[in-house]
């Protein structure tokens, strides 16, 4: 198995926690994840004025961008639900863009950390639909008819457990896969200049793949807080 | 070269490839061992290819759809652009689940040093 040397795991080691480090490696570099994104949102956020400075632009660009995307889908009525979907989007795009930096591993190239946050996103659909439809919620699962009621539970039950597991899979299996393709090219030690295509198509994937996330989990919310059909 | 001809030459090829590997019983567990690598190996390989090949098909339908949509209405590009880079990445999730169901398989290979070896012996070589 080729042995990995992270800049984290040799900061952990250097505290007596190495062990620790290497074991859950996803764990440690999701918490350098959060730590990035809270100072970088504590950095550019300070001092918010009427005429957006250069860090205050930046954000503002991102953020209206995604709301605007967003409210497009769900209408007005999902605006209470944006700083979850803009947290899941700039979470795992940074995730999957620190594995491009030799020296760290990228949380979402580990299954645990894809299936926690599509478990999340599962959870949050049903909480929608609860909250906005109360009781008459389970009308959603019962289909047109009440003859065929039974057959077509269990069948929406399987489709919402395939929405959980093809959420996952998908980002776990696409970050997995440029790292493990990046790796193997950065064994070629730059011959032909090997590692800067699938660099630049691992940029592409890791942007393409949260946005995808993004909008899957949008769409879910929607269905969850439309009229049953 | 005809059709049948194929077929008998290949068949042949199957035959002694078989037979080869029927030579190798050391054992019913290790005959069953190997059927069951031989198998992995076959199918791991081949899965991944027949996946590929759909999901080829299936993208070169969204791009289809997509730039004859942008050469009817110019200006809607960016938009059809955009949409169709969506659809590109669900329609590759389902080659990326093949994929990781074949790398889980070739894991499960192991190491074939020691068995080539005793084949190699028991045929007297």
Redesign the interface.
Known sequence: MVHHYYFLNEIFSALGLGHFAHKYQHVVHSWFVMLIMIIGAFFLARGIQMFPRKGQNFLEIIVDGLENFMVEITGPEGRAFFPYIATIFLYIFVSNLIGLIPGFFSPTANYNTTLSIAICTFVLTHVIGIKFHGAKYIKHFLGPSLALAPLVFVIEMIGHLARVM?LS??L???IF?KETIIGMLFGLAGLFLAPLPMLFLGVLVSF??A??FM?LSIVYFSIAMEEAH | MSKKSVIGISSVVLVLGMASLAMAEEGSAQAAGMWSIFGIAIASGFGIAIAAFGTGIGMGYAVNGALQGTARNPEAGGKIMTNMIIGLALIEALCIYTLLICLLLSGKIPNMGPMVDAIVKSIGG
Request: charged letters at 10%; glycine letters at 16%.
């Open positions: 093809s899979i998908r776990f299996g696409n896969g393409i793949q946005v995808v909008l």
